[in-house]
């Protein structure tokens, strides 16, 4: 797999203008590229919804989100069990992306690598993100060597790895778990998550020093009290990151 270039990926998004709103924005990155991505959960194979509605984008939306822009890749977000049919499903949420969606970040708690290898074996192109959240973590205990060892078995099977392990991003923390994974030298490109907000982004500056490719990731921080997106946030957060980022970047996108 070629290596994937740094990015700024903002989730949640259901409706064709939430896209148009972040072009803009795309226009003036120079460290990290944009990603936009719709989230949809088991609810869109028939499953009971979710415990947040309003982040989740219906199956007929999904492809109308994404942008022909170059500038503003789309990544379909599945946040589900991993099932039996797990390979089907990664196939079911990339077909529902349409011809601008760009691959597929599973928000499941460690699947099987090889169902994913099995989506990759008909998808060479299609890159594929494993979203390491709470439950993630808490499989492991937090253990950062049992981290390692199971990441390992991701080599060349996932391109990047969203660290997740709480709702609010610890920098000490999560600095240990990417020099853990650094010095290992398992060669996956590592993503912050963990409640980012535009007001928590300096958290990053300890990070960025260890990782200076390192991407990020943001939903509920690009949102309201009541969960809508609000575009402007979400632009703002883009800018704001690539600003941040490009003061520990090792080179721009061009």
């Avoid at 064709?16 to 226009?27: D, F, Q, V, Y």
């Avoid at 390992?152 to 991003?169: F, M, S």
């Avoid at 300096?202 to 690009?222: F, T």
């Amino acid at each position: 797999m070629p290596p994937i270039k740094p990015f700024i990926l903002l989730t949640g998004l259901t409706r064709p203008e939430h896209t148009s709103s972040i072009r803009a924005a795309a226009e003036r990155l120079t460290s990290r590229r944009a990603l936009v991505g719709g989230i949809i959960g088991a609810e869109a194979f028939g499953a009971p919804a979710g415990k947040h509605p309003k982040r989740l984008v219906s199956a007929s939306d999904l492809q109308h989100v994404f942008s022909a822009d170059p500038k503003v890749g789309g990544i379909v977000v599945y946040e589900g069990p991993a099932t039996k049919n797990f390979a089907q499903r990664l196939e079911d949420a990339y077909q529902l992306g349409g011809q601008h969606c760009e691959g597929v970040l599973a928000a499941v708690p460690w699947p099987e690598p090889s169902d994913i290898l099995r989506f990759r074996q008909d998808h060479s192109e299609a890159s594929v993100l494993l979203d390491l959240y709470p439950a993630a973590f808490a499989r492991i205990k937090g253990d950062a060597d049992e981290l390692v060892r199971r990441l390992r078995t991701y080599e060349g099977v996932v391109d990047a790895a969203v660290l997740n392990p709480h709702q609010t991003l610890l920098p000490t923390q999560f600095i240990g778990y990417v020099r853990a994974i650094r010095r290992a030298g398992v060669d996956i490109h590592l993503v912050a998550g963990g409640g980012l907000t535009i007001n928590r982004l300096p958290d990053l500056k300890p990070v960025l020093r260890e990782c200076p490719d390192l991407s990020l990731v943001v939903c509920g921080g690009i949102r309201n009290s009541l969960d809508e997106l609000v575009p402007g946030l979400a632009a703002a957060f883009l800018l704001e990151g690539d600003r941040l980022c490009a003061k520990y970047a090792d080179s721009d996108l061009t």
